[in-house]
């Protein structure tokens, strides 16, 4: 008996489903770069870093873990930092704890760290202005969305599934919203910007809020991607779900057996990397042919794919 359950075990481990689509067309590479380290906004290569649309030189180690216009943030260990204009440092800050993510805007730079507690620094006086810890949890994904800006207020993403509020020029917590509540794998996947709009997202959970309202989403969520008109979910049960302005959905497709891992917006365009080696070009319904099981870091500039040690070009 024992053996006839062994083997049906092996049975079903051999049955193991997985994406196997119809294929439109199979893409060559056109380089070989590794990504070396990536997070939702850069990737780092030997010697240079890639944000979207801009491209930065740097050291040897160093991983660019922020990026705006010519200002950059740099590490080598996450808990040490340096900030330069440029390629000129004009601050650097040691830390006891690693960063997971971090922003900065004018001399204020807001960090979050892995033991969830979230911090304000002045730059210029390197003077910690703010601190508050929450309860510590374990991170679903190292892909930490960034402390969002706006205006006075700084907007910080948790690991428990909240987001606080903070005014900057008084220090003081002004609102705090839940997501969610599980104990674990509950930390904000997404925190954006969009029109008037903030779109804040958990595994479980998408919201919208401005000033007069809030809108909301729930289902088994892996990545989100937000337009001017449209906000995406890509599931953890590989479906793709489109949303309109109020979050209500409008259309839903499925892609059996699918393992979304990346995302983004090229053209105008929705693209989705699969782990078993496919490029989904969503709004033209067609499915490209990269490599084998990727395993290794992937990023989306404005106009190149990079995957592991191999970079495709969008035509």
Known sequence: MKNIVFLFALLLIGCKQSFNPIVDDKISSIGFLEVLYTDLQSATFDGFALTKNKKYNIEEDEKLIFADGDLQVLTRDFKSIAIKDKNTTISAFNFDTKIISLSVKEDKLAVLFVDNSITLYSIQNKKRLFKESYKEAISGTKDIPKPLFLGSIVIYPTLNGEIVFLDSRNRQIKNQISLSNE????????????????????????????????????????????????????????????????LKKIYEKKYEFANFINASMV????????????????????????????????FFSNDTLYVEDKSFLFK
């Open 183 to 246: 104990d674990f794998f509950n930390n904000i996947i997404h925190l954006e910007l969009v029109n008037d709009k903030i779109i804040v997202a958990s595994r479980h959970k998408v919201i919208a809020l401005n000033q007069n309202y809030i809108s909301e989403y729930s289902d088994e969520v892996k990545k989100v991607i937000s337009t001017l008109n449209k906000t995406y979910i890509l599931t953890r049960d590989s479906r793709i779900v489109e949303l309109n302005d109020n």
């Open 267 to 298: 053209n105008n365009k929705l693209y989705i990397l699969e782990k078993s080696g496919f490029l989904i070009d969503y709004d033209n319904n067609k499915t490209m042919k990269l490599f084998g099981e990727i395993e290794g870091k992937s």
